[in-house]
């Protein structure tokens, strides 16, 4: 049966609803974030939690204090996750992550040069929100940081040896 050019229209627009339909998500679209968090080297301290989301890829840099990125050596992970670094550079800092499954669930162990703790991340997929950046800031200089123009001074962070100085004999 031949069809005429206003039922090809209806029929191809009956398909365009279906096809639609069938690659909607059933869930609203996860919430975009970027985020900076500190990572603790301090033994039995939590890993920080990266959010990913299926369909999604995420940007993981590490950096040291001083903002400069701090070059990654080695890494092993586990879990329905894709990761590609840079692969521009022999050393890179920056690693992008994209879950293959909807509930995938799993780590990454990173050792970055010249530090000798290993910085471990937990990865959790996420409906409600997605890291479309994670900066995670290991504290100290890394090797590639620069020595500030102006002297800070008198350092008073915890742990510090000028604190503990000022600290000392107050109890």
Do not use: C
Request: charged content about 20%; overall charge negative.
């Amino acid at each position: 049966l031949p069809l005429d050019p206003q039922e090809i229209r209806t029929v191809l627009e009956h398909f365009d609803r279906t096809v639609e339909s069938s690659n909607l998500p059933v869930h609203p679209y996860p919430r975009p974030e970027s985020t900076v968090q500190n990572v603790s080297l301090d033994p039995g301290s939590p890993p920080l939690i990266v959010k990913l989301a299926y369909g999604y890829v995420t940007t993981l840099s590490i950096l040291d204090s001083s903002g400069a990125p701090w070059p990654i050596e080695d890494m092993s992970w586990v879990g329905d996750f894709e990761i590609m670094d840079d692969t521009v550079k022999d050393l890179t800092n920056l690693l992008r992550i994209s879950p293959s499954t909807q509930f995938a669930h799993g780590n990454i162990s990173l050792r970055l040069l010249g530090l000798d703790a290993p910085v471990v991340l937990t990865f959790e997929t996420n409906r409600d929100l997605v890291h479309y950046r994670f900066d995670a800031v290991v504290p100290g200089n890394g090797p590639n940081a620069q020595t500030p123009l102006i002297d800070p001074g008198i350092n008073i962070s915890a742990g510090d040896v000028d604190m503990a100085t000022a600290l000392g004999g107050v109890l």
